[in-house]
């Protein structure tokens, strides 16, 4: 018939809104054309009267809660044509809760052993405009967003791979559901965190130092870090602490063994005899090369050994 639609000639303010789960809303529908019939919105609710010899309608809504609203305002001109324009509605609803926990584990963790944590969210809407964001302590570890679309509330579970360190005991993990709903939503983005989550993290005795004073009286220092605190053991004798003073049988060879049930170190703690005069330290140069030497002598004929007569070694 050769008209222009009459669609673009109805103006809807606001174009579109984002409403909240229970929001009150009004849009204005108008005009400009003076030759119509009448104008109106229909909805769900059965929309407003249709109205004639006006420009505006407006659509009012005290308490929407229709996940799937579509308001349509409409025209009827004079030839019963009847173009007409949808509003979109965003309708959101911020989580009933957010949890962390640890999948398929209690208790301490191990360090360098994978768990995976996951964050719970409850009745969530839309699905689409949903940020799920990680974070230790306040460091942001992932953020994950979803293309599944969904008008009406969902519940989402999101999980996390992590292989804590030692470093990680006591650490504090969070996860937080954030609607970000456009330039015409909230801001700041509504948003709602969980309740942290702290691990503790295990780990195996480590040795420290190697501490050795020649002397009348020393002092071994087996002292290893680990989580739980381990339990020491001198050789034979049952001391349990990391601290050992082998009373008078110096010279000699002392090892400690820390342990725990995550795993056990050794150490040997060799004392020698007291140094005599300012010359020793000379003495014990030459004596740890040569030592070394011998080693690297053994090593050699060993190696050569196992790699037969042919080869180039
Ligand atoms: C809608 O129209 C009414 C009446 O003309 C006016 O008072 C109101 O401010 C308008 N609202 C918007 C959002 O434009
Ligand atoms: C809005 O409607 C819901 C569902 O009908 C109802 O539970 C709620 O109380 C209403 N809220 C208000 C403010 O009227
Ligand atoms: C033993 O070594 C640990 C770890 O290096 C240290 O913290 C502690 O003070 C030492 N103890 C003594 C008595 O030297």
Same mark, same amino acid.
């Given at each position: ?8 000639s109805?103006?809807?303010n #606001? #174009? ?17 054309? &003076? ?10 609710f059965?929309?407003?009267s249709f109205?004639q ?13 229709d ?12 030839d ?13 609803n ?23 944590l996951q964050?719970d ?23 994950v ?16 791979m ?14 937080r559901?954030?609607?970000?709903l456009?330039?015409?939503? +909230? ?9 942290p ?8 005795p ?13 002092t ?5 870090t680990?989580?739980?605190? #381990? ?8 001391v ?5 003073t #082998? ?9 400690? &063994?820390?342990?725990?049930?995550i ?11 007291? +140094?005599?005069?300012g ?6 140069i ?11 002598v053994?090593?050699?004929?060993v190696v050569?050994?196992?790699?037969? +007569?042919?080869?180039?070694?």
């Open positions: 018939l050769g008209r222009p639609t009459h669609a673009s109805l103006v809807l #606001p #174009p579109r809104v984002v409403l909240r789960y229970g929001d009150s809303v009004s849009v204005n529908c108008s005009t400009s054309s &003076t030759d119509h019939e009448g104008i109106g919105w229909e909805d769900t059965g929309g407003t109205e010899d006006v420009n505006i309608v407006t659509w009012t809504v005290d308490n929407l809660t996940w799937t609203i579509e308001p349509t305002c409409y025209i009827t001109l004079i019963s044509k009847q173009p007409s324009k949808v509003l979109p509605v965003i309708l959101y911020t989580p009933d809760s957010v949890s962390i926990s640890v999948l398929r584990h209690s208790g301490p963790m191990v360090e360098g052993t994978q768990y995976q964050c969210i409850q009745n969530i809407a839309p699905l689409q405009n949903l940020v799920v964001k990680w974070y230790k302590g306040n460091e942001p570890l992932d953020n967003t979803y293309s599944t679309v969904s008008k009406t509330p969902v519940d989402v579970s999101n999980t996390l992590i292989s804590p360190s030692r470093d990680d005991d006591g650490a504090q993990y969070r996860c559901a954030e609607l970000d456009g330039p015409e939503g +909230p801001q700041p983005h509504p948003t709602v965190t969980s309740e989550l702290s691990i503790t993290v295990h780990c195996k480590e040795a420290e130092t190697l501490d050795i004073r020649v002397g009348e009286e020393i071994l220092n087996c002292t290893a680990g989580k739980p605190t #381990p339990l020491y053991s001198w050789q034979s004798s049952h349990q602490e990391a601290l050992f #082998p009373a008078s049988k110096l010279p000699g060879t002392y090892t400690c &063994t820390a342990s725990s049930q795993g056990k170190i050794s150490k040997t703690f060799t004392v020698n005899p007291k +140094p005599i005069g010359r020793t330290t000379f003495w014990v030459i004596g740890s090369g040569l030592g070394l030497t011998f080693v690297v053994i090593v050699y004929v050569k050994q196992r790699a037969g +007569p042919n080869s180039i070694i």
